[in-house]
């Protein structure tokens, strides 16, 4: 079955600097790549995805990229604030495929300093 | 319109008691999915249902299972609980299985086991 590493586990950075979190996946029918933010007590939200016949996708500060030769794809916060303080996770599914459920990595803690 | 609602939000059992968690999907949602969040594992999948029926299962034992209803409500249930079981359950849902239908989470029900 899938899996997905997501690295590093903890990243802290200063506020107005970039954020890279990468994720490699192992299936490489895997087609749909979600990435959830999740803030101190409460629920993972969707923040980003990117599809399979797509490399790069860019949503104001956030970006995600997707390499299929590698099996790696990597999210990108740009000009980051301390409200970007958070765990995000990173996920795969084969859509269409018998496993279409996402499979998560296993988060990574962002913290931005003032 | 209502978010994924989960109930109970909090609730402290014992070991070898059973305990049942139930979610509420966004209106028209037909697709919901179980999963676990440990501070370790982060999110693991258990069970993703759709109309009724069990579409796909993750790595979990038998104690755990799960149910929709027809009017896509679901349950989980788990049996002769364990102190490992102490975890955040939750619950998200989407319009249906597959590419492009977003996933939403809910809050979740955090389950102590003592």
């Known amino acids: 079955g899938e899996n997905v590493e997501q690295h590093p586990s903890t990243l802290s950075v200063q506020e107005g600097d970039s954020a890279v979190i990468k994720c490699t996946y192992s299936d490489s029918a895997s087609n749909y790549f979600p990435w959830y933010k999740q803030e101190l007590g409460k629920r993972p939200q969707l923040i980003i995805d990117i599809r399979s016949n797509v490399g790069e996708k860019k949503d104001q500060r956030i970006a995600v990229t997707l390499n299929k030769t590698a099996k790696h794809f990597s999210l990108h916060i740009t000009e980051t604030q301390p409200e970007d303080s958070a765990v995000y996770f990173c996920?795969?599914?084969?859509?269409?495929?018998?496993?279409?459920?996402?499979?998560f990595g296993k988060g990574t803690k962002l913290s931005v300093k003032p | 319109k209502a978010g994924v609602t989960q109930t109970p939000r909090y609730l402290i059992k014992t070991r070898g008691q059973q305990v049942t968690l139930s979610c509420s999907p966004i209106?028209?949602?037909?697709?919901v999915s179980w999963y676990q969040q440990t501070p370790g594992q982060g999110l693991q999948f258990l069970f993703e249902y759709f109309s009724e029926t069990q579409r796909n299962k993750g790595n979990f034992p038998g104690r755990f299972s799960g149910r929709q209803f027809s009017n896509s409500r679901s349950e989980m249930n788990v049996s002769t609980l364990e102190l490992g079981d102490s975890a955040l359950y939750l619950c998200?849902?989407?319009?249906?299985?597959?590419?492009?239908?977003?996933?939403?989470f809910g809050e979740g029900s955090w389950l102590t086991v003592v």
């Open positions: 996920a795969a599914s084969n859509y269409g495929g018998s496993q279409g459920n996402l499979i």
């Open positions: 209106s028209g949602h037909r697709s």
């Open positions: 998200a849902s989407s319009l249906a299985p597959g590419e492009g239908n977003t996933i939403y």
